[in-house]
């Protein structure tokens, strides 16, 4: 009859958990250890067959991943994504941050409830980083649902969180207060917040929300400039009093209606970096920062944005390198140990150095 678990464990000197993990191939164990308990096994005439069947025991986990792939999908479609140019910077960090890993990254997209992407259903991934590219109809049952299959990781998720996923994002409250310190301190005696986006992203409305709550627990004058949105009207999720523009052409004659009814000088909060030059060019052409008269305050994190703009607006760095490390770090660690606890990683933003 050949030896148990309990047997090799006792003769050997370890625990029935050193055992298993030797007899399942795991690296967690010295390799002296590894070779004393084959030893043992074998004096003990211990056969693998013996093992009774079943699933690979949960607490066993390589310590690579299995397929040594990773999928970037978003929600709602790739190309809208693509065609931002950020969050095309974001998806080239992805990549970047795979290589070093060795990961494959495939791109995969979902678009409505039920379509389950082709590399979860033929499991060609070992997990899973979640972006929004487009609101969706069931946006937080999608995510759920990828959830549920794959270990997910979602990547910029201010305000729709799902309780089961792990959410990475920048601490967008963070940046619409730090957009504030900034003008405050520069003296500014009225603030405007910007929105150049078509589509009603949930972290550029929190950003800009934070910036005006603070304006207005100050008791100073406060204003929204948007852009007018592809769904629904601007107003009604900005704080009043709110300009809507329709299209970036009209801010240079908005700008400068506006700046006559604003006490000076005049503190600009853009909510992301994509329109710095046409928000700097219609600033500047009644020289406006040059002459001191306003102050601009940008967040973002690709630099070529702003860094021909003269005089230079303050840029706040959102990080983005750093939270797709972060996200990819936790996305591996969900694949490898399958921690209960899901978590909320928020990154803090800085001023970016000159």
């Not at 400039?225 to 999720?237: D, E, I």
């Not at 390198?321 to 899901?342: C, G, I, K």
Request: aromatic share 4%.
């Amino acid at each position: 009859m050949s030896a148990k678990i309990e047997d090799i464990a006792k003769e050997a000197g370890v625990s029935r958990a050193t055992v298993s993990r030797v007899i399942n191939g795991s690296d967690a164990v010295k390799a002296k250890t590894a070779e004393h308990v084959m030893k043992v096994m074998s004096q003990l005439g211990y056969s693998t067959t013996a093992r009774r069947p079943g699933p690979r025991p949960k607490n066993i986990h390589p310590t690579r991943l299995r397929m040594g792939a990773v999928a970037l999908i978003t929600i709602g479609g790739t190309g809208e994504l693509l065609q931002e140019p950020t969050m095309a910077m974001v998806v080239e960090h992805i990549r970047a941050e795979c290589r070093k890993r060795q990961l494959n990254l495939l791109l995969d997209q979902v678009t409505g409830l039920g379509q389950i992407p082709l590399c979860v259903q033929t499991q060609q991934i070992d997990g899973a980083i979640l972006m929004l590219s487009a609101r969706i109809d069931y946006q937080r049952e999608v995510i759920a649902e990828l959830a549920a299959l794959v270990p997910c990781v979602h990547l910029f998720s201010p305000g729709h969180p799902v309780a089961t996923v792990d959410h990475a994002s920048v601490n967008d409250v963070a940046i619409g207060a730090l957009a504030f310190q900034e003008l405050r301190q520069s003296n500014c005696a009225s603030y405007v917040t910007i929105s150049a986006n078509h589509d009603m992203h949930e972290a550029l409305l929190v950003r800009g929300r934070a910036f005006l709550d603070r304006v207005q627990n100050s008791s100073l004058p406060g204003h929204s400039l948007a852009l007018k949105m592809s769904k629904g009207q601007s107003s009604r999720v900005w704080p009043q009093p709110t300009t809507e523009l329709a299209s970036l052409a009209d801010l240079p004659e908005v700008l400068e209606k506006l700046h006559k009814q604003l006490p000076g000088p005049v503190g600009y909060f853009l909510t992301l970096e994509n329109a710095a030059p046409r928000v700097h060019e219609a600033l500047e052409r009644q020289r406006l920062i040059s002459d001191g008269h306003a102050k601009l305050v940008v967040a973002g994190t690709t630099p070529y944005f702003v860094r021909d703009l003269k005089p230079a607006p303050v840029l706040i760095d959102l990080c983005f390198p750093d939270l797709v490390r972060v996200a990819l770090d936790r996305l591996v660690q969900r694949v490898l140990h399958f921690p209960e606890d899901r978590v909320t990683l928020l990154l803090s933003p800085m001023i970016a150095k000159n």
